[in-house]
């Protein structure tokens, strides 16, 4: 049986009416997600609850559907339990998590049900592991106390890394059970350093909102914030000026630029290939600089505003940066050339930390990480918005998922994206940069997808009467793919493990927001 005609569907960035989202029977919308999930081309982009009352929560889907661009809407009420839905539906493992942590809710048959982020629940004051608000420190349920997966037999031994890391990063925990040097399990752990980010922008959007989504992920700045100005520009049914799209759009394309050079640099590095390492720390350097021409933030922090962008670029701007990047494009190239060159590289590469295609469609992971396990999914493409509607790049994917493939996408998007660059900077539409908001409709669900750097971006924004912010959902790339790199290393080397880390180089701070 299809349940298609119990969706509400919309594109990307266009909102509906909160009566419109369809309200099932929790078996039928298990059933629907099952069957939406069921052919591969749909990706479980959102799965969020909202209280309807102390004894009710009403559990949200959104769906994105690679083959139309349509994203698709519907939810459920449950009480304090409910049948889980991950054993049907893998995509969901995370967020049922989050559910029960978050409005204490029990998806009962649940494979592995433990906090995500050991933070007190937000409805009633009790989460589902019956901690409440005014409880002291219960055994089991904090990160220094937490219950893990276990593996049983002679020469078995666990190694556990972090959450205090020896580089300058934020701390999460990795635990393996190991036989010798063989991986049989890895378990992430996260929560060390939840900063309650969606819970403080209800009632928003104030003056604190554009700061918060800069710095919710820094790396991806640019990615997080045009997501938040989409869903806002969509609540008041206006688009930006043409011109501020395009320059959101280059924008983005430079934001990806450091961190795949970055990343391909420490990949180097993790093997010990120092000549593309050393050339690759200097490279990103220039690219950061480059975005600091247009915004004075070397991280594209001041940029991108509701309405448009807050900076124009003329002629001697547009030069320098198309100048800057040719010269940036000149020299990664040659370093990440030195890298394929070099049998030793690709013999260290190769066949370490594969993601197959099945395991990560099954896992719903996006992005780069995606694409390199042979996912052919970009939301430039697939959900295009902004400048993206009317331009568009070649998507780069690969096929063995492996630490080769995730490095090798980089190289092939940093070509694309300097292309992209320096062909479009010299044919910005004209016109103004900014536009003045109408005010925002009332009682309406806005979803905002955007690919940043890692991949796919999910706001959800739901307005109340008066077009404030009631509930705001973000879900960043690593949220999607964390599990990923837990696959990856499934029967590797242990030793392998930075290298494979490094491939996916996921956010921690994205994950514990």
């Known amino acids: 049986m299809t ?50 009352s102390a004894q009710r929560l009403r559990i949200y889907a959104v769906t994105s559907q690679t083959a139309t661009g349509k994203l698709s809407l519907f939810a459920t009420e449950v009480g304090d339990r409910y049948p889980a839905l991950t054993p049907r539906i893998t995509q969901a493992h995370w967020f049922e998590r989050e559910l029960a942590e978050q409005w204490g809710v029990v998806p009962e048959g649940h494979p592995w049900l ?54 300058v990063i934020e701390p999460g925990h990795f635990r393996f059970q190991c036989h010798g040097e063989r991986v049989f399990t890895l378990e992430i752990e996260f929560g060390y350093q939840h900063r309650g980010i969606e819970r403080s922008l209800i009632g928003g959007p104030d003056k604190r909102t554009l700061h918060t989504m800069e710095t919710l992920s820094g790396d991806a700045t640019i990615g997080h914030t045009t997501a938040y100005c989409q869903a806002l520009e969509g609540l008041a049914d206006q688009e930006p000026p043409i011109r501020a799209q395009a320059i959101r759009a280059l924008a983005l394309e430079l934001e990806r630029l450091p961190n795949h050079t970055g990343d391909l640099g420490a990949l180097a590095g993790d093997i010990g290939y120092l000549p593309t390492l050393s050339y690759c720390g200097r490279i990103r350097g220039d690219f950061l600089n480059t975005t600091a021409l247009l915004c004075g933030n070397r991280y594209g922090r001041n940029l991108v505003r509701p ?11 547009e030069q320098q940066v198309a100048d800057r990047v040719a ?134 924004a739901i307005t109340d009467n008066d077009g404030q912010f009631a509930h705001y959902k ?40």
Not at 131 to 150: C, H, M, S
Not at 332 to 360: D, Q
Not at 436 to 456: M, T
């Open 474 to 513: 973000i879900i960043d790339p690593s949220f999607h793919n964390w599990c990923g790199l837990a696959m990856a290393l499934r029967d590797q080397e242990i030793s392998d493990f930075p290298l494979n880390n490094k491939s996916f180089n996921l956010s921690y701070c994205g994950h514990d927001l």
């Open 307 to 317: 309405g448009g962008v807050a900076y124009d670029l003329d002629e001697n701007l």
């Open 327 to 460: 010269t940036a494009y000149r020299d990664v190239t040659g370093a990440i050339k030195l890298l394929w060159a070099s049998t030793s590289v690709l013999a260290r590469l190769e066949n370490i930390g594969t993601v197959p295609l099945a395991t990560a469609t099954e896992l719903g992971m996006v992005g780069m990480a995606a694409r390199a396990s042979g996912i052919d999914r970009d939301v430039r493409r697939d959900f295009p918005s902004g400048y993206f509607r009317f331009v568009q790049l070649p998507v780069a994917y690969w096929h063995t998922g492996d630490a080769f493939a995730r490095g090798y996408i980089r190289h092939l998007e940093i070509g694309r994206s300097c292309r992209y660059l320096m062909d479009q900077i010299h044919q910005l539409p004209g016109g103004d940069h900014r536009c003045d908001l109408r005010p925002r409709r009332g009682n309406q669900i806005v979803a905002s997808l955007v690919e940043g750097w890692r991949g796919e971006i999910c706001h959800v």
């Open 114 to 167: 433990k906090p995500l982020r050991f933070h007190r629940s937000y409805r009633n004051g009790q989460d589902a592991w019956g901690r409440t608000e005014d409880q002291p420190i219960l055994p089991g349920v904090l990160p220094e106390n937490a219950d893990y997966f276990k593996v049983r037999g002679e020469e078995i031994h666990e190694v556990a890394e972090g959450p205090i890391h020896a580089g």
């Open 3 to 52: 349940h298609s005609a119990n969706l509400a569907v919309t594109t990307n960035a266009q909102p509906l009416a909160l009566a419109d989202i369809p309200d099932l029977a929790i078996e039928t919308f298990a059933d629907t997600l099952a069957e939406s999930m069921a052919d591969g081309r749909s990706t479980l982009s959102a799965l969020f609850g909202v209280p309807n």
